[in-house]
T-cell receptor
Framework: EAGVAQSPRYKIIEKRQSVAFWCNPISGHATLYWYQQILGQGPKLLIQFQNNGVVDDSQLPKDRFSAERLKGVDSTLKIQPAKLEDSAVYLC??????????????FGPGTRLTVL | AQRVTQPEKLLSVFKGAPVELKCNYSYSGSPELFWYVQYSRQRLQLLLRHISRESIKGFTADLNKGETSFHLKKPFAQEEDSAMYYCALSVGNDMRFGAGTRLTVKP
């Protein structure tokens, strides 16, 4: 089966600019996750969708970050305006179900964002 | 709040030697624990789940609630095991990852 797709793979912007990332999950996966991975750290969950509804966005900096999954399939994550500390790899993942001890998340290749 | 600690950023062993990657967690309830692995130029992927009590690629991990640990072990390391390993704790909808350990298996 096709894996999780993300674009772009790399993005370089200047601080205060805006940027958007796109993710297409594995077909049939109801749950979609966005993670931020700063260099030297593990992935940090930003937001989780179940179909087109938000399940958890407690760690999303809502003053500058937004995400949507309007039709319950693909999703976009936006940063507006970007700060230097937003430089990271943004990972998208999907799973058939959300949570639970048998849950397996399938990850995309990530988007590496550099903010200058 | 729940937290995952991987005390070793780097771990290097020789081929055929035993390897143990340490993971400690802080959570007062019943934890759901996972090991994820990222090989060079590949995506992050699930290695094993504690609930399944499985051995994948020769790796096992035992949950020790008394020590709040979930260490990953393999009796004889192979060069192809070289990768970044992340321990993860799931509580409800929240998945917390450790900072990761980079394992290098030398020939």
């Amino acid at each position: 089966e096709a894996g999780v797709a993300q674009s772009p793979r790399y993005k370089i912007i200047e601080k205060r600019q805006s940027v958007a990332f796109w993710c297409n999950p594995i077909s049939g996966h109801a749950t979609l996750y966005w993670y931020q991975q700063i260099l030297g750290q593990g992935p940090k969950l930003l937001i989780q969708f179940q179909n087109n509804g938000v399940v958890d966005d407690s760690q999303l900096p809502k003053d500058r970050f937004s995400a949507e999954r309007l039709k319950g399939v693909d999703s976009t994550l936006k940063i507006q305006p970007a700060k230097l500390e937003d430089s990271a790899v943004y990972l998208c993942a999907s799973s058939f179900t959300g949570g639970g001890p048998y849950n397996e998340q399938f990850f995309g290749p990530g988007t590496r964002l550099t903010v200058l | 709040a729940q937290r995952v600690t991987q005390p070793e950023k780097l771990l290097s062993v020789f081929k055929g030697a035993p390897v143990e990657l340490k993971c400690n967690y802080s959570y007062s309830g019943s934890p759901e624990l996972f090991w994820y692995v990222q090989y060079s130029r590949q995506r992050l992927q699930l290695l094993l789940r504690h609930i399944s009590r499985e051995s994948i690629k020769g790796f096992t991990a035992d949950l020790n609630k008394g020590e709040t640990s979930f260490h990953l072990k393999k009796p004889f390391a192979q060069e192809e095991d070289s990768a970044m390993y992340y321990c993860a704790l799931s509580v409800g909808n929240d998945m917390r990852f450790g900072a990761g350990t980079r394992l290098t298996v030398k020939p």
